[in-house]
């Protein structure tokens, strides 16, 4: 139990809960510049969170997203490697499973499900990987491929979802073909968006943080990531650490793509993410790549976030959460450098009066 | 009565949790050479920091020429004529010699442009004046650290600086230059009146240079003396606060078989030039054999080879009887071999880390250590960690401090103790004691000869030619990648060793001619 | 065959070179932009954010002021204050530059689309006074090079201004040394009397206003006074590429921004036969390969030069 006590960084903490404070003191006064009662506002954003049962589910629906999104990232970030293109492994991972619904059409539920898991994580773990090469053996940045590559998977979804794999129906502009509904996953809380996919997540974020904290192979990640020559020189083999990490996490992605589908939107269509994997990246970014912090981070933002859709029923562009996340991550990026610069001068009045304690002292004994 | 130079008052500079210089009050005359010499941490290059304006101290004031220094910054201490050469080169390596020379300083064309003839045209006749050999139009990073050191020394003379601070300049100097480096001062000294200031724990040096001589240890200045007055043996006592008596280190037993041999290796550095130019040596079972050079000869980059860190151009490493050419440091490691590395920062540790974590890595499959799925059994590994912890000395706040806040000593200890801890039979051991301080410096150097004589193959590489002649029992000479020598410890000298790092191969007659 | 000839003739008129500098020119305000936090030392991810405040901001002033250049007034001092915002993180309190530049991105898309809903409602800002297109005299006598260059807003020329001015700048003049010692050596700079920290700032702000005319340019210029959601469409990260593809040499920089120009452009004129996402693809996949080509070249260069001073050992 002690040691429990002491695994909890107060420091962390304060800065967080400050960095919130100052975040949403920030949303009230752009709330308030646009001509809108913050408080209201934020009443607004509580009770479109809370005020029914379908909103819990989709909040939780959208905790679930953000967590598995934001694990997929931390995997990547623990080893030294930025995957910034889940959302394209998402996407991507989404189209695959949709459309082998389609084609896999009156096979039995469970096969279905299982090849379209299967599908997704492959073709999000593909799209990981080559990144991945890119920055193992050739040394390319990842952060740029990973980006150019989101784009690249959206246009390429678009074009898939308009043409080779389009919806027969000629109001659905860019969309697939509708699953089977015996295909679709149960509903955990009715009309919401929650549905049997959170066991799986909840089974897939245990999975994670206990082979990232538990076991000799998170060690190793962890090296690798912190020290990336102090690992190869100890004997990893590093390279296959950072690619398999790297493809893990987009097979994540890749998942969560079907979730999506399978769950929410039971055809592929843009609405399938708009840039959900950022918004979890932002939560690993505040978490600090620790699992079990992104894991209770995501169901604080997905309040915001389906909250911030209530605020739309009064007129308030729900962006404002992505401006009170940023906020929240500029305070803590900024943390150590403002607290250095406090307690700086602070330190040198200290020591300069510990200097001449010290002066007076020899000079009444010298 | 002489003027002073520089005036320390009451000096005190404390870094978070670390007190580098403790009232020190110390006075440079104008036109002489000023020794400072000091172990390692000792505090001298804060002192001069300070001097240079880089640090402001926490009390006490500094006057330059009589004058207080009211802002420490090094555009003040430049415009009151100090110039610092720093042991680690301020020059930009893209920049030209001219362009670096006359940086913050530069000839300007219309106002705003950069003249770069006008800057060569001064780094030329700077060049002509003081002798110091080097072409203006020349890139930095294409010049060897020779020639680095005296663009450093022109750009402190084109800044127009009369008091003079060089860190550690002979670091990395070959004998010769370092001559040179000697009669540059002198010169300077007598024809201009500068005044020089010289960081060093060399301290023949101390002897050939200096008028005077202060001593610094754990950020006191001990005393200042005559150089005439004193011999190496009271400054070195001064230095560690006692009498340096080295145990003599027990060697026993017979070098056995082969167990490191290098054919015909060569390798390139990170520039892609060649570092290491066809070299062959072998190494046998129970033997040290030491690698003298001065730094940047390839010492380094044969190490890296051996070990795996770095590819292999041409040639074969065998270790143990195996061909391990071209395989991983990982590879490597399984056939027999453990390594302390140069950097024991870049590539020893992982410095977020815990202690716990360091002395871990290369043993966290053990099945002691993982169990079942991979589960890591923390209770045994802090058992182990605690154990080692307790073993080899190591101090600090325990085995769950973060390495990387730990002092050198400690930190190369932890290094010390998981490379020492596989009883590897061939271990590489490259700088095992820099930056260490000298009660650590005995405690490795005991366990390096417990390996050798428990029949070990140590190949040892350093830049102190002391412990090189400590603890080998063979000597190689390297000079650029290729070996210029090799000898029984016991049939050469120090002196002699020196002739052969600088690339002469018939040592003793030619030195005598 | 005439098909193809046809796609040939379309994709070298000189419709395509003029699309290609104007598609290329709000990338290259940026890249040029960017290659000075380059020298600084500064890996700013964050140019896309850049862009976006300035395309938000060009279309709210010209709705503000009813006119273009109180748009483009507005963007300067915005892009100074992003470029102040920036630094005072990455300079003054060290922060991560990639988590910066991440969170700058999606801030700047949080506050534009917040905005720009709250003042002009779901539907977008369209049709504002936007700038006129310029006609430089003679030009227009010349057959092809006419076509290419005429017709565009003055930002398209502006930025050949800016390109000459930064390269003076940075290789020609005493600030430009000292920009780059402070992002290649910074101690250098500190022990020469110079904060290197200042250079930062000053790189820092710069990128900011030239990435900000940059939006300007797509909102006020490229679109006509039109605003739409993430318009910056991840620009500013193929300006990071092409500012590591120029080696952070404006010149280059600008060059490489010509070449996704061209690639874009192309893409635009095969809409006809492909279908348009697929040519959408085009000028990311060309930054892709660009950036490949860039480590690959210098790896090989590197390799090239051991070998053949290994060939000269031997023979000697």
């Known amino acids: ?366 | 009565m002489q003027e002073n130079a520089v005036e320390f008052r009451h000096i005190s500079m404390e870094f978070p949790g670390v007190l580098a210089n403790d009232d020190v009050s110390l006075d440079i005359r104008k036109g002489e050479v000023f020794a400072l010499v000091g172990e390692n941490g000792a505090g001298k290059t804060t002192l001069m920091n300070i001097l240079y304006g880089i640090h402001e101290p926490t009390n006490g004031e500094v006057y330059i020429r009589g004058r207080k220094v009211e802002r420490f910054s090094p555009k003040t201490a430049i415009s009151m004529g100090v110039g610092m050469v720093h042991q680690h080169f301020m020059l930009v390596p893209s920049f030209t010699v001219a362009q670096n020379i006359v940086m913050s300083r530069e000839p300007r064309r219309l106002g705003v442009l950069f003249d770069n003839k006008a800057a060569e045209a001064a780094a030329q006749r700077l060049v002509e004046e003081y002798g110091l050999a080097v072409d203006p139009a020349a890139v930095v990073r294409e010049i060897g650290v020779g020639l680095q050191q005296r663009v450093e020394i022109l750009k402190t003379l084109y800044r127009g600086a009369d008091i003079l601070i060089l860190d550690e300049p002979t670091a990395v100097l070959t004998p010769q230059e370092t001559d040179e480096l000697f009669a540059v001062i002198r010169r300077v000294v007598r024809e201009l009146g500068m005044t020089v200031i010289i960081i060093t724990h060399k301290l023949y040096e101390v002897m050939a240079i200096s008028d005077r001589v202060g001593v610094m240890r754990k950020g006191r200045l001990i005393g200042v003396e005559n150089t005439c007055d004193v011999d190496e043996k009271k400054l070195a006592s001064m230095m560690v606060g006692r009498p340096v008596l080295y145990d003599r280190l027990e060697k026993a037993g017979e070098a056995g078989a082969e167990q490191i041999a290098v054919h015909d290796l060569t390798v390139c550095d990170d520039r892609g030039l060649v570092a290491v130019d066809g070299l062959s040596l072998s190494v046998r079972a129970g033997e040290v054999l030491g690698i003298a050079a001065i730094e940047g000869n390839g010492q380094s980059e044969l190490l890296e080879a051996i070990t795996g860190m770095r590819r292999v151009e041409r040639g074969t490493v065998e270790v143990c009887g195996q061909n391990v050419t071209g395989k991983t440091a990982g590879e490597i490691r399984k056939v027999g071999l453990s390594h302390i590395p140069e950097d024991r920062l870049a590539t020893g540790v992982s410095r977020s880390a815990s202690v716990t974590d360091n002395l871990l890595m290369g043993k966290q499959r053990d099945k002691a250590f993982s169990g079942f799925a991979f589960h890591q059994r923390r209770s045994s590994i802090e058992r182990y960690a605690e154990e080692v912890y307790e073993r080899f000395d190591i101090r600090g706040a325990g085995i769950d401090t973060a390495v990387g806040s730990m002092s050198g000593g400690n930190m190369q200890k932890v290094v010390v103790a998981r490379e020492f801890s596989f009883d590897s039979p061939v271990l590489i051991i490259a700088q095992p004691t820099r930056g260490v301080d000298v009660g650590a410096i005995e405690f490795i150097h005991t366990r390096i000869i417990e390996k050798r004589n428990a029949g070990c193959a140590i190949l040892l590489c350093s830049a102190d030619l002391d412990e090189v002649f400590r603890l080998s029992d063979r000597i190689i000479t390297m000079y650029e990648g290729r070996i210029t020598g090799e000898f029984r410890t016991s049939d050469i000298t120090k002196e002699e060793i020196g002739w052969y790092m600088t690339g002469h191969r018939e040592g003793k007659e030619a030195a005598k001619a | 065959m005439d098909d193809l000839s046809a796609i040939l003739a379309s994709i070298f008129s000189s419709g395509t070179f003029n699309e290609m500098l104007r598609r290329a020119t709000p990338v290259a305000l940026a890249a040029i932009g960017g290659s000075l936090t380059e020298h600084a030392g500064i890996m700013n991810i964050g140019m896309d954010g850049m862009i976006l405040m300035g395309a938000f901001f060009g279309v709210f002033g010209s709705y503000l002021f009813t006119s273009a250049w109180g748009g483009v007034g507005l963007v300067l001092l915005m892009g100074l204050l992003v470029g102040l915002f920036f630094a005072l993180f990455v300079v003054k309190f060290r922060s991560d530059e990639f988590i910066i530049g991440c969170a700058l991105n999606t801030f700047a898309l949080g506050l534009t689309t917040y905005l720009s809903r709250s003042v002009f409602g779901t539907s977008g800002a369209k049709g504002f006074p936007s700038l006129p297109t310029v006609d430089l005299p003679l030009l227009d006598k010349i057959p092809f090079l006419g076509a290419v260059l005429n017709g565009h807003s003055l930002f398209v020329y502006l930025t050949w201004l800016f390109v000459l001015v930064l390269w003076v700048f940075i290789y020609k003049t005493p600030y430009g040394f000292w920009l780059r010692a402070s992002g290649e050596k910074p101690e250098t700079l500190r022990t020469a009397g110079i904060e290197p920290e200042k250079m930062k700032w000053l790189a820092s702000i710069l990128c900011g206003v030239l990435c900000a005319l940059a939006g300007a340019h797509l909102s006020l210029g490229y679109l006509n006074g039109t605003f739409a959601e993430n318009m910056s469409n991840s620009r500013g990260y193929i300006a990071f590429a092409c500012v590591i593809f120029g080696a952070a040499n404006p010149a280059k920089a600008y060059l490489a921004a010509l070449m996704f120009g061209f690639f874009d452009a192309i893409g635009l004129r095969l809409q006809d036969y492909v279908s348009s996402d697929l040519t959408g693809i085009i000028p990311y996949a060309i930054t892709i390969i660009m950036m490949v080509y860039v480590v690959v070249n210098a790896q090989r260069r590197r390799r090239h030069a051991a070998q053949q001073q290994l060939s000269r050992r031997a023979r000697s």
């Open chain 1, 1 to 366: 139990m002690k040691k429990l006590a002491g695994a909890v960084n107060y420091r962390y903490l304060l800065s967080l809960l400050l960095s919130i404070l100052f975040a949403f003191l920030i949303g009230a006064g752009i709330l308030a510049v646009s001509g809108f009662h913050p408080l209201e506002a934020y009443g607004a954003m509580l009770s479109g969170a809370f005020d029914s049962a379908r909103h819990i589910g989709d909040f939780l629906e959208y905790a679930m997203v953000l967590c598995v999104c934001g694990l997929a990232c931390v995997l990547g970030a623990r080893v030294g490697i930025f995957n910034v293109g889940g959302e394209g492994q998402l996407l991507l991972g989404a189209i695959f499973a949709a459309q082998v619904g389609v084609w896999m059409d009156g096979q039995p539920r469970f096969l279905v499900i299982v090849c379209a898991a299967l599908a997704a994580m492959a073709v999000g773990g593909l799209y990981a990987f080559l990144p991945g090469v890119l920055k193992v053996k050739v040394k390319v940045n990842e952060v740029i491929t990973t980006i150019m590559l989101n784009t690249v998977a959206a246009y390429l979804c678009q074009y898939l979802a308009k043409g080779p794999w389009k919806n027969a129906n000629k109001n659905m502009v860019a969309a697939t073909e509708q699953l089977g509904a015996q295909y679709w996953f149960g509903n955990v809380i009715p009309r919401s968006n929650l549905t049997s996919a959170v066991f799986a997540a909840a089974v897939m974020a245990f999975l994670v943080w206990y082979v990232m904290e538990r076991t000799s192979i998170g060690y190793e990640m962890r090296i690798t990531g912190e020290n990336p020559r102090f690992a190869f020189f100890s004997g990893l083999r590093t390279d296959q650490i950072v690619l398999l990490s790297m493809v893990v996490s987009g097979a994540m992605c890749g998942l969560v793509g079907m979730f999506r589908v399978y769950g929410v939107e039971h055809l592929y269509r843009d609405s399938v993410s708009k840039d959900y994997y950022f918004e979890a990246l932002m939560v690993a970014m505040i978490a600090q790549y620790k699992p079990v912090t992104v894991i209770l981070l995501s169901l604080f933002f997905a309040v915001l976030k389906i909250g911030a859709q209530g605020m739309e029923l009064i007129g308030i562009p729900s962006q404002i959460y992505l401006i009170i996340q940023t906020v929240i991550i500029f305070c803590m990026a900024a943390e150590s450098g403002i607290t250095r610069s406090l307690t700086a001068a602070h330190e040198r009045r200290r020591a300069k009066r510990a200097a001449e304690e010290r002066l007076k002292e020899e000079l009444k004994h010298g």
